[in-house]
């Protein structure tokens, strides 16, 4: 039976594995400090993403090798038949959807992202530990590679040039239009980008908004507009919010660029879009 990509609480199961995907130079000592009873937590640096020496080349959180992702999981316990419900302090913007990107891609059917994040379990009085949790390792799964479509600086440039795809940039306003940068080296986007935030997935109490509403809205953004989507951000991991929201609109998984903006702002020569 195919679930939701996103779920409103934690039905404790057998099988159920829950992640604490937060990020930040702090997440593993809050995660220490106060997680939701029984999770694991998952590095966004380590974990999530094999940082190279040059983020002209891959940009800010590369992809890790799959068989290096394969050691991880089982490091954490997870199986192919695991339901994974995986939060963290941004809705899913933090590292959450990046987490449930990889996994889905890993071939893990059944994993779901908190709506509301670690707030939300707060506000529902959801049982909290501290500490390190006791967990069995499980057997290292083998896998090929990634089976979600990803794409390269290269393909989003010819994409772009020859009018194949969409290519949506999910950074802020401000950042798109080049008005400032406050975490890449230059300010600006790929020509030929659209801007649509990440944000505008989420209502005013900053839950996901509901499928309908979001399907909607895609429809009338992407209205004569090609169809193929290719989505990116600053380095591939809030670009997984956008994924993960037409997802649960009922769009097919469009493409991620893994190196986004930081990649393609570090790479010479690429050309630089600002609209002040």
């Known amino acids: ?15 159920l594995v829950i992640l604490d995907a937060r990020a930040g130079k702090d997440a593993r000592q809050n995660y220490l400090e106060k997680h939701i009873k029984g999770a694991r937590f998952i590095d966004l640096d380590t974990d999530l993403a094999e940082i190279g020496q040059d983020a002209a080349f891959g940009g800010r959180h590369p992809l890790p090798d799959i068989a290096k992702f394969a050691e991880t999981l089982s490091g954490l316990g997870i199986s192919e038949s695991s339901h994974i419900v995986v939060y963290d302090d941004k809705n899913g913007a933090n590292a959450a959807a990046r987490a449930w990107w990889m996994l889905k891609s890993f071939g893990i059917q059944n994993v779901q992202v908190l709506d509301g994040g670690i707030q939300a379990a707060e506000k529902k009085n959801a049982e909290f530990s501290s500490g390190e949790e006791t967990f069995e390792r499980f057997p290292i799964i083998k896998k090929d590679s990634w089976l979600l479509p990803v794409k390269g600086l290269e393909d989003v440039e010819n994409e772009l040039l020859n009018r194949f795809s969409t290519v949506v940039d999910v950074r802020d306003a401000y950042r798109y239009k080049g008005e400032s940068e406050p975490i890449d080296l230059v300010a600006g986007h790929i020509p030929g980008a659209i801007n649509i935030p990440f944000s505008e997935n989420l209502d005013e109490n900053g839950d996901f908004l509901e499928p309908e509403v979001l399907k909607e809205k895609y429809t ?57």
């Open 1 to 15: 039976m195919k679930i939701s990509p996103i779920t409103k609480n934690i039905e404790i199961s057998e099988d």
């Open 220 to 276: 009338e953004l992407l209205k004569d507009k090609p169809q193929h989507l290719i989505i990116h951000c600053g380095s591939g991991v809030t670009a997984c919010h956008t994924i993960l929201a037409l997802n649960y609109a009922g769009f097919p998984i469009p493409d991620l660029y893994v190196g986004s903006w930081s990649e393609w702002s570090r790479r010479e020569g690429k050309e630089i879009a600002k609209d002040i």
